[in-house]
């Protein structure tokens, strides 16, 4: 049996140990001449993640400085902007490799090969496909609480996604999160045009006394529709409780986060460290409703594993957090 360890982990085209500008590449191979590199089916996993394999033969010694692994794209000429190339697991057995692909898109056709790549020569297998299945939408997991959380984040496919950030009551994420470009400041001013209970903090001493977003307003029912929406402070906090749930901290897919697990039923969520719009460590995620002594700020859930951290947190309502619905 041959064991080859390899000392790749993920890269794009045109980094790593050979630039792929003077790779030269053998996509005819001639049978029983130098390495034969052969791609394999593509084999369907959980969460629109799909298993990548490939074998090869014909090896007579193992370079130090060799690759092998898969390129996969939307685009059937592998063109370099639109390809991903990744290095095959860390150890492979009988000349076989594989790779577990995460970070594909539901509903969309892809093309794969596998390659070897020895001294500046890429040797390729076939060009195959595989075809993802179109997004199912999130799943609401009833943990035995009032209500039932979403098993992933607003603009995630998967339990382990980020998605996008938010400022609260924004609909859209934005390249840039700041004062002057809150939708609810008006221009020029922090000074506040909806969801005021304090003129201090309104435009022209506005207010609305509106504490919790209203239904067009909330992004998880806007985006999701249904019952879905952010869930208020207290449900954040029956989430906390740990009469009500175990928080165990772990990794799904490579993306560290918190377990949240029921002790009334054994359901479970994974919250990940989905950090916020300025870097800040940790998972934060929003509630629905203002701080009521404190209009321009919002209360949010906010954990931190190598602080130690799990309370409910104030942001100002600029600052870009992500969403985990309830229904």
């Known amino acids: 049996m041959r064991k080859i360890v390899s000392i790749f982990a993920l890269i794009l085209l045109g980094v790593g140990l050979v630039s792929c500008d003077k790779e030269k590449e053998l996509n005819g191979q001639e049978p029983g001449k130098g390495p034969q590199v052969v791609t394999l089916s593509a084999t369907n996993g959980a969460y629109y993640t799909v298993v990548l394999s490939g074998q090869m033969s014909g090896l007579e010694q193992v370079a130090l400085d060799f690759q092998c692994g898969f390129e996969y794209s ?15 697991s860390d150890e492979y057995s009988e000349d076989t490799f594989a790779i577990t692909v995460t970070d594909i898109v539901p509903g969309q056709k892809y093309y794969y090969r596998a390659f070897y790549i020895n001294q500046m020569l890429i040797y390729y297998g076939d060009v195959k496909s595989f075809a993802t299945d179109e997004w199912a ?36 994420p934005k390249e840039s999160y700041k004062s002057n470009n ?15 209970n304090d003129k201090t903090y309104g435009y022209e001493e506005y207010t609305d006394n509106l504490t919790t977003l209203e239904p067009e307003d909330d992004v998880a029912h806007v985006k999701w529709g249904g019952n879905w ?37 054994g359901n479970s969520i994974f919250l990940p460290d989905a ?53």
């Open 74 to 88: 939307a685009d059937d000429s592998f063109s370099k902007e639109k390809t991903v190339r990744k290095g095959a």
């Open 137 to 172: 939408g999130p799943e609401a997991v009833d943990l035995g609480l009032s209500v039932k959380w979403a098993d992933m984040n607003v603009d995630a496919y998967r339990p382990w996604e980020r998605g996008n950030f938010y400022s609260w009551g924004e609909l859209e």
């Open 182 to 196: 809150y939708r609810f400041y008006h221009e020029g001013t922090m000074k506040l045009t909806k969801y005021c």
């Open 229 to 265: 929406r952010m869930p208020s402070k207290d449900e954040f906090l029956e989430l906390m409780d740990t009469l009500n749930c175990a928080w165990i901290y772990t990794s799904m897919y490579g993306m560290t986060g918190y377990k949240v697990q029921s002790k009334k039923n």
């Open 275 to 327: 950090s916020d719009s300025h870097g800040c460590g940790g998972g934060l995620y929003w509630a629905n409703c203002i701080e009521p002594d404190l209009a321009p700020a919002a209360p949010n859930l906010y954990f931190n594993h190598a602080m130690n951290r799990l309370y409910i947190n104030t942001y100002i309502r600029d600052v870009g957090l992500t969403i985990r619905p309830v229904q």
